[in-house]
């Protein structure tokens, strides 16, 4: 331990960040399909629900992650969102519901 502090120290992060990793493993296996599933519902409420411009509803749902495809069907008041690998979609139940992921 004395002749390679570093080393040591290195490795006891090491370790630490694996046992975090295994404590969390439920949520980081959950993580890509957050990204896809809030965008898809943030952005279908922003639009249909408040009934605010495209644009403004890009804005709003903007993260630092970035989302691989965007499809907005207006006449079935449906959004489709795929990021890290994932894909969900979200749409308007009606006034009293408002937007409802998929399935």
């Known amino acids: 331990m004395r002749r390679r ?5 290195m490795s006891v ?4 960040l694996l046992g ?3 404590l969390e493993r439920v949520a980081l296996r ?3 399909d957050i990204i896809s599933a ?4 943030e952005y279908c409420s922003c639009r249909y629900v408040m009934e605010q411009p495209a644009d ?10 970035p989302i691989s495809d965007f499809l907005e069907t ?3 008041k449906r959004i489709t969102v795929a990021g890290l690998g994932r894909s969900n979609s979200a749409r308007w139940q009606g006034t009293r519901q408002g937007c409802r992921l998929e399935p």
């Open 74 to 76: 207006p006449e079935a």
């Open 20 to 22: 975090w990793i295994w």
């Open 5 to 9: 502090p570093l080393l040591t120290l």
């Open 38 to 41: 809030y965008t898809a519902k």
């Open 56 to 65: 403004y509803c890009r804005g709003y749902v903007k993260q630092w992650v």
């Open 30 to 32: 959950a993580f890509p």
């Open 13 to 16: 992060l090491v370790v630490a």
